[in-house]
């Protein structure tokens, strides 16, 4: 008997409410609510701190939920392409997501979230999306000419995330990441 089997008539009444029990809802385990109204205040607080003025300029240690609203709608390529990406995945993916074997429904997910970031960062064009951001002295690139191997990089990478001022270290993001992006580069 596989564990799965084992341990599902427990977690299933473990973790359901008293209306679910009775077979009046939908099985949502308690845990997965109280988790969703946490990330739920968590974000809000994120988005209304600094426009309340509790805080100073929180956009140096927060600039994924505290940005500044710059949309973008560049070249009509660029919106028809996430468009498609869209549409793919509702039309195609949704109803076969449960059929799909775990293998290939990883390859799928990966190259379904590289289309999405590249169409979205071809929205602000070639030269500003891809070439200006990938340039910066803080991305990916400019570690690549020090990675000489997998087994090289792997023996040095933990030595050079540290920011210590007496040696050369990582770039930013090459610092706060494992090391497959950079050996996706290399």
Request: with cysteine.
């Amino acid at each position: 008997m596989s564990p799965v089997a084992i341990l599902a008539p427990m977690s299933q009444t473990a973790t359901r409410s008293s209306a679910d029990r009775t077979g009046t809802g939908p099985a949502v385990p308690v845990a997965s609510r109280w988790a969703l109204g946490i990330a739920g205040v968590l974000l809000l607080a994120a988005f209304t701190v600094e426009a309340l003025g509790l805080s100073g300029n929180v956009h140096a240690w927060l600039p994924p939920l505290s940005a500044y609203f710059e949309p973008t709608f560049g070249h009509p390529a660029a919106l028809a392409g996430c468009a498609a990406v869209v549409v793919a995945v509702l039309a195609y993916g949704m109803p076969r997501v449960r059929t799909m074997p775990w293998g290939r429904l990883l390859v799928l997910t990966w190259l379904t979230g590289a289309a999405w970031g590249f169409a979205v960062a071809l929205l602000r064009g070639w030269q500003k999306g891809i070439v200006d951001i990938l340039a910066t002295t803080d991305e990916y690139l400019m570690d690549v000419d020090r990675v000489q191997g997998v087994r090289q990089l792997l023996g040095i990478y933990v030595d050079n995330i540290l920011l210590v001022p007496d040696r050369s270290n990582f770039v930013t993001h090459n610092s706060g990441h494992p090391p497959l992006p950079l050996l996706s580069y290399a």
